[in-house]
């Protein structure tokens, strides 16, 4: 049997985390970067908690107005001084919850980011080692912060995304270019069975490009979150691939 962690961001403003939480496995909760509050990260520990779902900060780059999803020419300073206040935020909110933490996932163009900038990846890393150095990092497959994270001795789990267009080399497609996000339930549903059963994923060309991955990423912003989920959990079943 295949089985695979499905994980969702979660704590975005979207409202829709209690119709999401029984398809997930794990969830990466905003922290006050790109959005977030005290409120929200404990309203969302408390369903994930209901629902036994597995929690991690989802920190960003300072940034509400775009979302997070502006890459920013941040000083070292103020990018680890950001990271260590989100993930402090995040870590107080699950000392009130006696929630026990999984993960972490940087957000957006961090996340991008991180997949080639070393300077990023060195700050991003001390701040996770300093500050949560038992838990994992969901990072995208090949990218330098798993590479630098094995070295550093932080566990990794390889992230590949059901809702959204890849390129060539393994990195996702620009949000500002047609069919970054996918829509289409049938197209979604081929990339999660090639990722999971093929270690595949189809780019804009026709061609394949391998890619291994551990958890599934559905973002909750998506559109069509709720429904979509239902979707691929059906396809999960009949496929008989356990979520985990």
Known sequence: ???IDINCDMGEGMGNEELLMPFISSCSIACGGHVGSEETILRTLQLAKA???KVGPH???PDPDNFGRTSMNLSKKDLKDSLERQISLFKMCCKKSETNINHIKPHGAL??????NAE???IFLEVVKKQLPQVQIYCAPGSLL???ALIVGIKT???GFMDRAYNGDGT????LLHGAILTDFEQVGLQVLGLIKKGSVSIANGESIPISVQTLCLHGDHPQASKLIIHIDGLLKKEDIDVR
């Open 157 to 159: 789990k390889r992230e």
């Open 120 to 122: 990023r990846v060195n």
């Open 172 to 175: 996702l497609r620009s949000r």
């Open 146 to 148: 798993e590479k630098e």
């Open 111 to 116: 996340y991008n980011d991180l997949f080639v």
């Open 51 to 53: 629902y036994d779902i």
């Open 1 to 3: 049997m295949f089985k």
């Open 59 to 61: 920190p960003s780059y």
